[in-house]
């Protein structure tokens, strides 16, 4: 049994979480897109000012990834032994650092900085559902808020870096703009920091969760994997996709942005559905249908009916984004089983979605052309497909069974075990 005062008494404290820290958490997933997203609207002119060819822009693009799959595993460690909070604060001023100093104008700079952001979103990224499993009595609601955020934040970033730039005058300019909300981010999440005080917010007796030989964890994992390559393709080479096809670089930021924005409320509601199903491989259907017409579309008439493209992926990427975090804590039956599937998930899933603007932009400097790497979007489109009906299927890792997220008392499973005891 745990101390008065312990993790187990802070886990019962944090069932009911407060407005403000709700708004804080918001804040840290904001953070973890913002940087992200500004770069594909303006990639050609990253390219150009710092003389990059199409693979030194594609390694630009994946460096991220490296780091969200080479990293993520070493978030569980790290909130076992500081505390999540303040590791998230930790990567809220390594995301902010890394944001100016990528803005700086030099190549090694721009690459040096993009590799600190990208380790500090691995850690957020692992550690924010693990906490949303915790802390939220209706988790559903919750990850149905941060996916929409963090859907929305990239939006946001890929529709005002173009207008950014051209009002700077200069695209580090229009990079570095992007530390400014990441700032109030830091100012809001410190009081959650103090709250929770220092050390580990898990018990110490709770033993580490291995799950690499678990099926459902394989098929989760390839789930985030293949919407994470689809998601991050997207928004690094879909201005290009349609500037190819004659929009201007506004115009096709405005499609990106706008393929986000319909992935709004794509994000929100998928969570809160999929909490409610013991099977979710009708959203993982509705999910690959959406990418499967915005492809084709794009494949056969990019500049035809764009604004009908840009809606059904941008359904896609939401639905998918927004299930493949949830399935993460419907198949944990509690925390720490939640941060160790986080930590696999990302951790090979980012390392497979790297593959994804690096594979498109190599193909595309061969092939001078888009079709070939559309049809690889294709195939990854099936492999979701695939990969989202197994992760579906009612079942939880670590032998549990059932999907529920929430008890009949409506506490947290966690809290429940510790009211038990």
């Not at 909490?275 to 492809?295: D, H, K, P």
Request: proline share 5%.
């Amino acid at each position: 049994m745990s101390a008065p005062g312990g993790p187990a008494a802070k886990a019962i404290k944090r069932s009911k979480a407060p407005l403000w820290m709700a708004i804080g958490l918001l804040l840290v997933a904001m953070s973890m897109r913002l940087p992200v997203g500004s770069v594909g609207p303006i990639l050609d002119e990253i390219r150009r000012g710092d003389g990059l060819s199409n693979a030194g822009a594609g390694v630009l693009t994946t460096l991220p990834l490296v780091c969200f799959g080479v990293m993520a595993t070493a978030a569980p460690l790290l909130a076992r032994r500081f505390g999540d909070q303040a590791i998230l604060l930790a990567c809220l001023v390594a995301v902010i650092i890394g944001t100016a100093v990528r803005a700086l104008p030099h190549v090694s700079l721009l690459f040096a900085g993009t590799l600190m952001l990208g380790v500090a979103i691995a850690i957020a990224n692992v550690l924010l559902p693990s906490v949303i499993k915790r802390d939220y009595a209706r988790p559903g609601t919750m990850l149905g808020l941060y996916t929409m955020v963090l859907t929305g934040s990239a939006a946001l970033a890929a529709g005002l870096t173009v207008p950014l730039m051209h009002a700077f005058g200069s695209f580090q300019w229009a990079l570095a703009v992007w530390a400014l909300p990441i700032a109030l981010a830091i100012f809001i999440w410190l009081p959650t920091v103090r709250r929770a005080g220092t050390g580990s917010n898990i018990d110490a007796d709770t033993p580490s969760v291995r799950l690499w030989n678990e099926s459902t964890a394989w098929y989760v994992t390839g789930f985030m994997g293949m919407q994470s390559l689809l998601f991050y393709v997207l928004i690094s080479w879909l201005p290009d996709i349609l500037r190819d096809s004659g929009l201007t670089a506004g115009q096709a930021g405005l499609m990106l942005s706008i393929a986000l924005l319909f992935g709004l409320p794509a994000a929100l509601l998928a969570p809160i559905a999929a909490a409610r199903l013991a099977n979710q491989r009708s959203i993982v259907v509705a999910a690959a249908a959406c990418w499967l017409v915005g492809l084709v579309g794009l494949l056969v008439a990019a500049s035809g009916a764009t604004l009908l493209w840009m809606v059904a992926l941008g359904l896609g990427q939401g639905t998918a984004f927004g299930l493949s975090l949830t399935l993460i804590v419907v198949r944990a039956p509690d925390g720490p089983h939640a941060a160790a599937l986080s930590g696999m998930a990302q951790s090979v899933g980012y390392l497979l979605a790297a593959v994804g603007p690096l594979a498109v932009g190599l193909v595309h400097g061969f092939t001078h052309g888009w079709t070939a790497a559309i049809w690889i979007l294709l195939v990854a489109t099936a492999a979701e497909l695939f990969t989202g009906l197994g992760a579906s299927r009612p079942g939880m890792v670590g032998g549990g069974s059932g999907h529920a997220l929430v008890s009949a008392e409506g506490l947290p499973e966690t809290t429940q075990g510790v009211l038990r005891r």
